[in-house]
Nanobody, 126 residues
Framework: QVQVAESGGGLVQAGESLRLSCAAS????????MGWFRRAPGKEREFVAG????????GYADSVKGRFTISRDNAKNTVTLQMNSLKPEDTAVYYC???????????????????WGQGTQVTVSS
């Protein structure tokens, strides 16, 4: 399985931006669909954004559409989540996930992914 590790979390004020990165290693990165999930205190883990193996298809949760952008660089084995116009309700631990799938489909549920990072905290103050 590919191993993934997140970076880039932190504390920001509402309206500001933050960029999360996920570095992958151990397998051929371009074989994998990638996703970002988050878990807020007291809530279930939820899908945030995903991108298919080639980068030509993406998917977003309704709550982040128009504010967050997912992208990948297969040459650098990285996937990035650019988060703009952050809101206090975006506060959560953000997780990067990988699923070996060379398809146009973007997996959107946690059970479809089988490699997870440790998570990075994002806190948005009002």
């Amino acid at each position: 399985q590919v191993q993934v590790a997140e970076s880039g979390g932190g504390l920001v004020q509402a309206g500001e931006s933050l960029r999360l990165s996920c570095a992958a290693s151990g397998q051929i990165f371009s074989y994998y669909a990638m996703g970002w999930f988050r878990r807020a205190p007291g809530k279930e883990r939820e899908f945030v954004a995903g991108i298919n193996w080639s980068g030509d298809n993406t998917g977003y949760a309704d709550s982040v559409k128009g504010r967050f952008t997912i992208s990948r660089d297969n040459a650098k084995n990285t996937v990035t989540l650019q988060m703009n116009s952050l809101k206090p309700e975006d506060t959560a631990v953000y997780y990067c996930a990988a699923r070996r799938r060379m398809s146009v489909v973007v997996p959107t549920t946690p059970t479809e992914y089988n490699s997870w990072g440790q998570g990075t905290q994002v806190t948005v103050s009002s």
